[in-house]
């Protein structure tokens, strides 16, 4: 029977890993941010479902559709260790998140997007600009990986890791976005805000003006900024605010998600 309708697994207390990550899944089809059946967000799955194991959509599900126990969990080796509807995974998903979760361990999720507005800036020589407040955060900080094509070659692994090095966002060009967190909402949150910026981007090029450019200096002050705001806000040891308050919302709107 199908995991995503099953009542009985329905009624199963899941892991907080599984919990947040189908919350993920199902927020970002709630603002649109989907592809149909494609795309993939992947977690580091609880410990005891095996050793560097992550956990993926089951492959042919949209987004919606996703719930906490119907999660794949997979190896870096690509071997499945717990498939609940026996959909399998898809490999181009695989390709990219296992290379990610095999050299950095301190990455807790992974999230990818194609949207429209994500793809067009990735389509640009000149990538995402400094030109306001939302962009600016991400002054510097941005990886670039070049196309190869649709992501099935596992030696493009090392390649996109290398690209990637230490930072946790990165413009897949002629492709989409990705970004990385130590949890969940972090990477969620990191997304939300890389896609509004790419959004603002888009209109500021309809208009046909000249862009107001912030100055490479004030962009990273402001980037420097928020990095400052977030080292204290974890030093503190204070709850992300943000992200539960997207969880409240995936629990109006997605009831039975978490089960």
């Known amino acids: 029977m199908d995991p995503m309708l099953d009542d009985k697994t329905s009624q199963a207390v899941q892991p907080k ?3 947040e990550l189908a919350a993920a899944y199902r927020l970002i089809g709630h603002f649109g941010l989907d592809d149909s059946i494609f795309t993939h967000i992947s977690a580091k799955a609880p410990a005891e479902e095996g050793d560097h194991a992550f956990l993926i ?6 987004f919606e559709e996703v719930n906490a126990g ?5 190896d870096l080796d690509g071997n499945i260790l717990n498939d609940p509807g026996k959909a399998g995974i898809n490999k181009a998903g695989f390709v990219i998140h296992s290379a990610i979760h095999g050299a950095r361990p301190d990455v807790a ?3 990818h997007t194609h949207t429209i507005a994500g793809v067009a800036i990735s389509s640009l020589d000149e990538g995402l600009q400094p030109y306001n407040q939302w962009s600016a955060p991400f002054f510097n900080r ?3 990986h070049d196309y190869e094509g649709i992501a099935v070659n596992l030696d493009e692994r090392e390649r996109l890791v290398a690209d990637l090095g230490d930072r946790d966002v990165m413009i897949l060009r002629n492709h989409g976005l990705l970004t990385c967190g130590r949890t969940v909402g972090e990477a969620f949150r990191r997304m939300m805000d890389l896609e509004r910026a790419c959004k603002a981007q888009i209109e500021i090029m309809k208009t046909q003006a000249k862009p107001r450019r912030l100055t490479d200096d004030l962009a990273e002050f402001t980037a420097g ?3 400052a705001w977030a080292e204290a806000h974890d030093a503190a040891g204070k709850p992300d605010a ?3 308050a997207y969880l409240r919302l995936c629990h109006r709107i997605a009831p039975g998600f978490d089960q």
């Open 225 to 227: 900024q928020e990095e």
């Open 142 to 144: 941005i990886a670039y």
């Open 242 to 244: 943000e992200w539960q």
């Open 109 to 111: 999720c992974v999230l």
């Open 70 to 74: 119907g999660l794949v969990a997979v």
């Open 17 to 19: 890993e599984r919990v």
């Open 57 to 62: 959509n089951p492959y042919g599900y949209r």
